[in-house]
């Protein structure tokens, strides 16, 4: 006859990647929302790239945003979008305005950005249009 193997249950956890459920994730994501509220009703916000830790992929996947490219807008401001701010502070459970003054203020107090945003091009250096200039030489 053939040897007989006996398991033995193993008391050890699993190494690897945690695996929350789906309660742990909800409960998790409504922690973070009101950690993220708070801080902006406080007016203790100095910066919104505060705020990026607290913004979990799980919240970007429940908002249809890609957490990568909204984690960046934390950190650059000027990029977010008015269906953005919109969306971002509905989600949380606040005014936009609130969301729409740190923006702004943010924007105004950094002074290399304010003077990129003042900084346009001269139509006459464009390649584009180099063409129509030498046209209208001619005639």
Same mark, same amino acid.
């Not at 909800?26 to 505060?50: F, M, P, R, V, W």
């Not at 919240?59 to 909204?70: L, P, Y």
């Given at each position: 006859?053939?040897?007989?193997?006996?398991?033995?249950?193993?008391?050890?956890?699993?190494?690897?990647?945690?695996?929350?459920?789906?309660?742990?994730?909800?409960?998790?994501?409504?922690?973070?929302?009101?950690?993220?509220?708070?801080?902006?009703?406080?007016?203790?916000?100095?910066?919104?790239?505060?705020?990026?830790?607290?913004?979990?992929?799980?919240?970007?996947?429940?908002?249809?945003?890609?957490?990568?490219?909204?984690?960046?807008?934390?950190?650059?401001?000027? !990029?977010?979008? /008015? @269906?953005?701010?919109?969306? +971002?502070?509905?989600?949380?459970?606040?005014?936009?305005? %609130?969301?729409? #003054?740190?923006?702004?203020?943010?924007?105004?107090?950094? !002074?290399?950005? /304010? @003077?990129?945003?003042?900084? +346009?091009?001269?139509?006459?250096?464009?390649?584009?249009? %180099?063409?129509? #200039?030498?046209?209208?030489?001619?005639?």
């Amino acid at each position: 006859m053939g040897k007989s193997i006996s398991k033995t249950v193993s008391e050890k956890p699993k190494k690897g990647r945690k695996v929350k459920t789906l309660e742990d994730i909800q409960e998790d994501i409504k922690s973070k929302c009101l950690s993220i509220k708070s801080i902006i009703d406080s007016g203790n916000l100095n910066a919104l790239k505060e705020l990026e830790p607290l913004f979990s992929k799980a919240m970007a996947d429940e908002i249809g945003v890609n957490h990568g490219r909204f984690s960046n807008k934390f950190r650059n401001p000027v !990029k977010f979008s /008015v @269906s953005d701010i919109h969306r +971002f502070a509905y989600y949380i459970g606040f005014e936009p305005d %609130k969301l729409s #003054s740190q923006i702004n203020s943010e924007i105004r107090l950094n !002074k290399s950005l /304010v @003077s990129a945003l003042k900084e +346009f091009r001269k139509i006459k250096e464009l390649k584009q249009y %180099k063409s129509v #200039s030498r046209r209208s030489k001619t005639k």
